[in-house]
Nanobody
């Protein structure tokens, strides 16, 4: 099993920045891909960004491309989501997720961290 714990959310003004962290523990060697999703009140969960656990192969939702960057600290087994030029529409609960090796679904999920962007 893999455990994912997010942190770094908060309240920020539009145009500001936040960096979310996702600390992975457990069978981290079994992770193939890691990503971030978000869910705003009354809306469906949507994909934000993802990368291969070993590095590279990043992809982003069109709505965040050029503003958000996903990265990983190999030594700490931590994945980051750097969010710049934040907009009120970015307000949501951000959740870290992972695909296990040999799998194709986002099987592991964290609890999420709230990001609120004020106008």
């Amino acid at each position: 099993q893999v455990q994912l714990v997010e942190s770094g959310g908060g309240l920020v003004q539009a145009g500001g920045s936040l960096r979310l962290s996702c600390a992975a523990s457990g069978r981290t060697f079994s992770i193939y891909r890691v990503g971030w999703f978000r869910q705003a009140p009354g809306k469906e969960r949507e994909f934000v960004a993802a990368m291969r656990w070993s590095g590279g192969n990043t992809n982003y939702a069109d709505s965040v491309k050029g503003r958000f960057t996903i990265s990983r600290d190999n030594a700490e087994n931590t994945v980051y989501l750097q969010m710049n030029s934040l907009k009120p529409d970015d307000t949501a609960v951000y959740v870290c997720t992972a695909v296990p090796s040999g799998g194709y679904k986002w099987d592991y999920w964290g609890q999420g961290t709230q990001v609120t962007v004020s106008s």
